[in-house]
């Protein structure tokens, strides 16, 4: 079984900067795209950025120029970087990995537990 964990979330001032991470573990797991989504208090959720293996990124036109999505060096790792945070950017943000089972091949999907982000106007 993978776990993934996001971590850096918090309260933040219009404006300002976060870093939100992930990171992935478990035995046995080859980790392909890893994505970020958030979910608005009330509202559904919605892919923020998405990076491939290869290191191709792909985000929301509304986010762009403002979200950075990263991978560390470490495989297993991703980093979303938050700049100008607007009060609508206020959501619980998840990671997102995607990869295939060494031992059986199959493919899945594992969700972190999400990290609140509060941005305050």
């Known amino acids: 079984q993978v776990h993934v964990v996001e971590s850096g979330g918090g309260l933040v001032q219009a404006g300002g900067s976060l870093t939100l991470s992930c990171a992935a573990s478990?035995?046995?797991?080859?980790?392909?795209?890893m994505n970020w989504y958030r979910q608005p208090p009330g509202k559904q959720r919605e892919l923020v950025a998405h990076?491939?293996?290869?290191?191709?990124?792909n985000y929301a036109d509304s986010l762009k120029g403002r979200f950075t999505i990263s991978r560390g060096n470490a495989k297993n790792t991703v980093y979303l970087q938050m700049n100008s945070l607007k009060p609508e950017d206020t959501a619980v943000y998840y990671c997102?990995?995607?990869?295939?089972?060494?031992?059986?091949?199959?493919?899945?999907?594992?969700w972190g537990q999400g990290t609140q982000v509060t941005v305050s106007s």
């Open positions: 997102n990995v995607d990869g295939t089972d060494g031992t059986s091949g199959l493919l899945y999907t594992y």
């Open positions: 990076i491939t293996a290869g290191g191709s990124t």
């Open positions: 478990g035995s046995a797991f080859d980790i392909s795209d």
